[in-house]
């Protein structure tokens, strides 16, 4: 890889009305706009005016159907890749899949194939699928444990990058002219596991980045060795430096522990921005769209989703970071809820402060364009952070507003580019092509 | 339904090369095609500017590696259906996939949403796959036998019809105003069968279609049981007029006995097409594409694929149809067999004359292009099949052909649209929306 002028890296969450579930109230369109084909085009054509590197679809195989929340995956990740890579030029897309729900030949294939018909454009999301909801539409087995489900997804990977290199018309022979192809470029790959048993070859050659650039976004023990072992944009919520710098430093050591080179990882923690004229603005906009209303809302959601007492409670008093390590067993994402207890392990905060630190779980950036343009050149000037995905509380408000107001500071900063360098993601994030 | 005049309905294979396993040497392009996306694109336009109901990309998840053949099926299908209705309006894409390697709620999501995103125009061909070579993918599992892979096949579209009609925005009542949705247009499906258990609801809404047309390919027994229950275009191979009407009978008779009303039931065969400026040139044109050389060439291949005696055989003598029925429990498509068994029924053919009547086991019209058109309309005006699906021996240039000169003959003839009609593909093809 040859070392070029290190810049800020950007994707943006596309999910339906946007990140937070109650924020839609205060959105622009209708209804309607979430299974409308032209409505994730116009999004993405705002990503690409953005000069984000990529839109990302998070993703979940079953329909949450809370009457008081909103749907917030519907259309498929994979297809979704497809068609927008088909009308919007230059912009990646991370597709979310489960490695619990797919079986790796069919899952190796389609990404391989988009990132062929996209000419390098696919991110490729692995997750361990963590719900019920999703285990009843997949038939009568229950949810494997978690250390299973993560042994499973990391034998997933194996196998798909094995698949991935199956075919390689670079392997290509001198091919007499009585032939179409010199076949031992294509070679089976017997792989014999705990969880897969696959033959090869894929029947379709590598594609134009080797294979899709691989993402992670666990946060358990058991996402820290899978990001260690496979992943190279690794999603996830810092919500401070000293946190981002442990974790940093956490998937590194693990992958050096694993023989890998840690070059080629990359951290793009999930950022919530809300902007406003002012910073009180913005804190009135944050209270709006987290649904809580007001700041004694933000400080008694903060009581109720942490089990404290609000009879006792005091919302100015420092907190203890030992309170809120999240047991590693629970049913859903251990991740997600790291972010508060690393926060609290470093910086000395009252529940009034910590409201205003997060939404969503992921760093919150509140305030004018500049400030909120400081707070994410902050963590990325030292290499806390190679970048950020954008999750906006609204789409497409949020997105605009950031892209009108917020984009234009990181390029006049000579952050973030003006236009778009390099042919695929993995140009763009100074990745390495696979061997 | 309402009943609008009846117009031929034509669909295009499109894999890779073409059709025909040799006709690759006298192809124009290069190797470099089958995995070039603007390759596939230039196609879809080729048909789209041919007025075609679809491209058909038939499939098969393992590669082949023969090398002296071609591989036939690589960039996967349903990637190709997002990525092509991207790029090229109207046209729809029959897309192929296994009911025995894939799940219900992945496949009910990712047909749906590309239903979804093409504005209707997705067509699913389900066949139950009958390779080792695709079970060797798919785990150490051997292939399950016929009669279970369509009972298997046949519970498979029992449970996407389920899922696609799980969430309608149609059924959705008055939503208050501090609600997003009426979450009781979708409902959970609770399929508790004997290959799946799938409790729904599907997270992708009903699509511009209802769901998408089912395609079926198989004319087995167990093929036609679900042509007769599911299938709404039904591909197989009908060499004769007799054949087709009995083979239309039967599958409609079929689905009668399953209660189900069989105007719903589209018969549009393969079709190979190789055109010349006269007879005697198409003919040539014949034994070079089919590898064989010469009318020589082509009866011994008849011999040796028959498994008769090369010494003792006349080329010239009758042929008895009883010494050709497939046997129904051999491992590969048993309908690619009957073809020739149901021609030999009903006419009385010796094996010169049998060799020019099918290639690829689809019916061959071999001549100038107003013999290709009669050929097509005959079989057509009087209902014994509703279209045809071309299976050009050689891509693009034998799709290149029929557009400049078999295309104009049958809009001329006032069979075939000058321009596109309908939104949707069921418009096209007067299928009915499914309640």
């Known amino acids: 890889m040859t070392e070029t002028k290190r810049r800020l890296n950007l994707n943006v969450g596309l999910n339906t009305t946007g990140y937070l579930p109650h924020a839609w109230k205060y959105r622009s369109g209708t209804r309607h706009d979430i299974n409308d084909p032209a409505y994730y085009r116009r999004l993405s054509e705002l990503a690409h005016r953005g000069r984000f590197d990529a839109v990302f679809f998070s993703d979940h195989p079953a329909l949450l159907t809370d009457p008081h929340s909103r749907p917030f995956h519907t259309i498929d990740p994979l297809i979704l890749a497809a068609s927008l890579t088909a009308q919007v030029p230059d912009i990646g897309v991370v597709a979310t899949i489960s490695s619990t729900y797919n079986s790796p030949y069919n899952l190796a294939r389609r990404t391989q194939s988009i990132d062929i018909v996209s000419g390098g454009r696919l991110i490729v999301n692995v997750v361990s699928s963590f719900n019920p909801n999703?285990?009843?539409?997949?038939?009568?087995?229950?949810?494997?444990?978690?250390?299973?489900?993560?042994?499973?997804?990391?034998?997933f990977l194996d196998v798909a990058k094995k698949l991935w290199a199956s075919w390689?018309?670079?392997?290509?022979?001198?091919?007499?002219?009585?032939?179409f192809w010199d076949a031992s470029s294509a070679h089976s790959i017997d792989h014999d596991g705990t969880y897969f048993h696959v033959r090869g070859p894929l029947n379709v050659p590598r594609g134009p980045q080797g294979h899709p650039v691989i993402a992670q976004a666990g946060a358990s023990e058991g996402g820290i060795d899978l990001a260690a072992r496979h992943g190279e944009?690794?999603?996830?919520?810092?919500?401070s430096r000293p946190a981002g710098r442990a974790f940093g430093r956490k998937v590194r050591d693990r992958a050096v522990s694993f023989g890998r080179d840690p070059s080629g990882i990359r951290i793009v923690p999930g950022l919530v921005v809300i902007l406003g004229e002012t910073r009180e603005e913005a804190l009135r906009k944050h209270e709006l769209f987290s649904g809580t209303g007001s700041e004694d809302g933000l400080i008694a959601r903060?009581?109720?989703?942490?089990?404290?007492?609000?009879?006792?409670?005091?919302?100015?008093?420092?907190?203890d970071a030992e309170r809120f390590v999240p047991d590693q067993n629970r049913q859903w994402a251990v991740g997600m809820g790291l972010g508060l207890s690393e926060l609290l392990a470093h910086e000395t905060l009252t529940?009034?402060?910590?409201?205003r630190r997060s939404e969503g779980h992921h760093r919150l950036l509140l305030g004018t364009p500049e400030e909120v343009a400081d707070g994410i050149i902050d963590l990325w000037q030292d290499g806390t952070v190679d970048g950020y995905t954008l999750q906006p509380p609204r789409a497409p408000d949020d997105i605009?507003?950031?892209?009108?107001?917020v984009v234009p500071i990181l390029q006049d900063r000579g952050v973030y580019p003006r236009e778009y360098d390099g042919r695929t993601i993995r140009d763009r994030y100074g990745l390495p092509y696979p061997v």
């Open 134 to 155: 999703v285990a009843a539409n997949f038939g009568n087995d229950p949810l494997p444990p978690r250390s299973e489900r993560y042994a499973r997804a990391t034998e």
């Open 168 to 179: 390689d018309p670079r392997r290509e022979g001198d091919v007499p002219e009585d032939q």
């Open 233 to 239: 944009i690794i999603y996830c919520n810092i919500l």
């Open 302 to 319: 903060f009581i109720r989703e942490n089990g404290l007492d609000p009879a006792t409670f005091d919302p100015d008093a420092v907190l």
């Open 351 to 355: 529940a009034r402060q910590v409201v």
């Open 400 to 405: 605009v507003e950031f892209v009108e107001k």
